[in-house]
């Protein structure tokens, strides 16, 4: 996934740390601005992640950065499909077990509450490992 950032200072020869405006996933496919997802992402924080930069980037310039949308769309799939499956097979486990449904949907919340949990923690492996690794693939946006 490539995103424009701003360098804000020089960490160490090679690496920069920049900010980088999250984005909306329309974004690439078009500006309208008109939708309310893209209107809400507009006012969207900024974070600052450091950077792999190989081409020399100085402080205030503007530079495309680059993440492995793999990493990215993991990590999506642990946060938003993992829990809710989680939560179904709870539900059709209570089920088959014969509990009452408020029973089955109690034990399907219990999974999705282990799928968060369990996404939480992979999170903070991940920003301990640095997992997710940015890299300036051009300067000048």
């Not at 993992?82 to 486990?93: N, T």
């Not at 449904?101 to 219990?110: D, Y």
């Amino acid at each position: 996934m490539k995103q424009t950032a701003q360098v804000i200072r020089i960490v160490a020869p090679g690496y920069v740390e920049v900010r980088v405006r999250r984005t909306s996933a329309c974004a690439s496919a078009h500006n309208c601005g008109s939708c309310d997802h893209c209107s809400f992402m507009e006012n969207a924080p900024e974070i600052t992640v450091v950077a792999e930069d190989a081409h020399g980037a100085g402080v205030g310039d503007t530079v495309t950065v680059e993440t492995a949308s793999s990493r990215v769309l993991g990590a999506a799939a642990l946060l938003y499909i993992v829990p809710l499956v989680l939560f179904f097979l709870g539900y059709f486990i209570g089920g088959s077990l014969g509990w009452a449904e408020g029973r089955a949907i109690a034990l399907g919340g219990g999974g999705f509450l282990a799928g968060l949990l369990g996404a939480f923690v992979l999170d903070r492996r991940m920003k301990k490992r640095d997992s997710v690794t940015f890299k300036v693939v051009s300067i000048g946006g």
